[in-house]
């Protein structure tokens, strides 16, 4: 599957941004977020049939690229920073 493009500057970048504090983390939840887009129906192209959207491997995903930004004691459920993906 292609990596998704975003030109808004929404997608986040696949390799991990300067200040990522685990590289290995940020690596594999991008990839997850790239096999977890949704389609044109808005439901995830690769769990198909599903119920709803995020998806259970998109939220990993979400949680997996806001921990490898920040693995400090706050933890995973505060660590977006502001991102919107
Ligand atoms: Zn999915």
Same mark, same amino acid.
């Given at each position: 599957?292609?990596?998704?493009?975003?030109?808004?500057?929404?997608? /986040? /970048?696949? #390799? /991990?941004?300067?200040?990522? !504090?685990?590289? *290995? !983390?940020? =690596?594999?939840? %991008? =990839? *997850?977020?790239?096999?977890?887009?949704?389609?044109? #129906?808005?439901?995830?192209?690769?769990? =198909? /049939?599903?119920?709803?959207?995020?998806? !259970?491997? =998109? %939220?990993?995903? #979400?949680?997996? *690229?806001?921990?490898?930004?920040?693995?400090?004691?706050?933890?995973?459920? !505060?660590?977006?920073?502001?991102?919107?993906?």
């Amino acid at each position: 599957m292609p990596e998704p493009l975003d030109f808004g500057g929404q997608t /986040p /970048p696949i #390799d /991990p941004p300067a200040g990522c !504090v685990n590289p *290995l !983390v940020w =690596r594999l939840a %991008r =990839r *997850l977020y790239a096999d977890h887009q949704p389609g044109p #129906d808005g439901w995830c192209l690769n769990c =198909r /049939p599903a119920i709803l959207y995020p998806c !259970v491997a =998109r %939220r990993l995903a #979400d949680l997996g *690229l806001a921990t490898a930004l920040n693995s400090t004691s706050a933890g995973p459920h !505060v660590t977006n920073k502001g991102h919107h993906w």
